[in-house]
């Protein structure tokens, strides 16, 4: 482990990260955020989400350097006594969770038809395109609601993660597309070169050919759109839990969080939505830079 973490240290990749204050900060912001929301249980001072811990006279409390603050909840409370800054590292860790299941999904399955359409071409490769354009035709964020809705309505007494994997399903279903163009694209360059012809001359079978040599050659750009996508994705979430139809209330996310405090915005108590909006707002942020970064250090001309 040591000797892997030496040798990027030492790689190109490694020297750009070291030399980038701004990756080396956003990095810094979003590890925090992942460790916070991962182990929520133990470093958060209570725990939101248990009935008997809720004290209903500590409700809409502001926050400690406020007046009428506690000290006890240092970001304030919720309309139900809940603390903010607890709420926030067990909100984050659903919004990430989703987004990096839901990401990871429509890697696999944008990477495996993009390189079925590349390698093979024929009618293959023109039904899953027509499809791509299909999918690209409509807005990912009315055909994810619509998605979310209609599973909700299906399921509507479902278990909490029941409801998450439909909302994975759903987001999933709306971010294989870019996947798969690109990696259909880099696939049409790949398959021509004296590499794979060699390849094929001396028999290895197409599946292999695409998983021990074409697969490789394909995953710089799908990376980097990966890290983009992590932050449209929590983005994403967040939107359909506030419109209603993501996580459930019992289970709520930064987006349920920001609508249940939308109601309260106007009424003086603004930190039950502020404060999960910013957390949102700096975990994308956050990640969007890394994936900026990444998107630089992997672009030969720019080395």
Request: hydrophobic share 50%; glycine share 8%.
């Amino acid at each position: 482990m040591q000797s892997t973490l030496a040798r990027f240290w030492d790689s190109d990749i490694g020297y750009s990260f070291r030399t980038s204050p701004v990756a080396m900060a956003a990095a810094a912001v979003a590890l925090t955020c992942i460790f916070a929301s991962v182990f929520a249980g133990f470093v958060a001072p209570h725990n939101p989400f248990d009935l008997s811990t809720l004290e209903l006279s500590d409700a809409r409390l502001p926050p400690a350097w406020s007046a009428g603050g506690s000290s006890k909840y240092l970001l304030g409370t919720d309309d139900q006594g809940r603390d903010i800054l607890s709420a926030l590292m067990y909100g984050a860790r659903i919004s990430l969770a989703v987004g990096f299941a839901s990401v990871l999904l429509s890697v696999v399955l944008g990477v495996g038809l993009g390189l079925l359409a590349g390698f093979y071409g024929g009618w293959i490769d023109s039904a899953l395109m027509r499809v791509c354009d299909v999918m690209l035709s409509f807005p990912a964020i009315l055909v994810a609601l619509l998605i979310a809705g209609v599973g909700r309505a299906l399921f509507p007494n479902a278990h909490d993660s029941l409801a998450l994997a439909v909302l994975i399903v759903s987001i999933t279903l709306t971010g294989w597309v870019q996947y798969a163009r690109t990696v259909r694209g880099s696939t049409l360059v790949e398959r021509n070169k004296e590499y794979v012809q060699a390849a094929r001359v001396t028999g290895v079978t197409p599946l292999r050919i695409m998983r021990r040599h074409v697969l490789p050659n394909v995953m710089g750009p799908v990376l980097v759109l990966a890290t983009i996508q992590v932050a449209t994705a929590i983005i994403t979430e967040a939107t359909l839990s506030f419109l209603g139809v993501g996580a459930p209330p019992t289970s709520p996310s930064l987006g349920t969080l920001i609508r249940i405090g939308n109601d309260y915005l106007f009424s003086g108590e603004w930190w039950i939505t502020v404060f999960p909006g910013v957390m949102l707002v700096t975990i994308s942020l956050s990640v969007n830079l890394l994936g900026d970064w990444l998107r630089d250090a992997l672009n030969p001309r720019l080395r």
